[in-house]
């Protein structure tokens, strides 16, 4: 059974940096593709970084570019987004994903991912 457990949420100040990571059981980084969602109030989900493991290639929003940026710990079998300079616009509930059967994911939406976790809330005060 897969599990997505998503962590390092928090509350800081524009210009802040926080660090959210997913922690994956049952499944393997490095299939399909795995990446980050996020819902602020009152708005749509939107996709903020993709990494498609069979086109080899790692996607970020437009918003997020240049701040953000995802890793992995294959030994801990967890992927890291790390967010740099942090606006208020920033903060909504991230959420982890991964689908494991499509090489490149970015026009996927959330709920078309076959794995999605709980999320984590990010609070960015101005």
């Known amino acids: 059974q897969v599990q997505l457990v998503e962590s390092g949420g928090g509350s800081v100040q524009a210009g802040g940096t926080l660090r959210v990571s997913c922690a994956a059981s049952?499944?393997?980084?490095?299939?399909?593709?795995m990446g980050w969602f996020r819902q602020a109030p009152g708005k749509r989900r939107e996709a903020v970084a993709i990494?498609?493991?069979?086109?080899?290639?790692?996607w970020y929003a437009d918003s997020v570019k240049g701040r953000f940026t995802l890793s992995q710990d294959n030994a801990k079998n967890t992927l890291s987004l790390q967010m740099n300079s942090l606006k208020p616009e920033d903060t909504g509930m991230y959420y982890c994903?991964?689908?494991?059967?499509?090489?490149?994911?970015?026009?996927?939406?959330?709920?078309?991912?076959?794995?999605r976790g709980q999320g984590t809330q990010v609070t960015v005060s101005s």
């Open positions: 994903a991964a689908e494991p059967t499509r090489a490149y994911c970015p026009a996927i939406p959330f709920d078309g991912f076959d794995y």
């Open positions: 049952g499944y393997t980084l490095s299939n399909g593709c």
């Open positions: 990494e498609s493991y069979g086109g080899g290639s790692t």
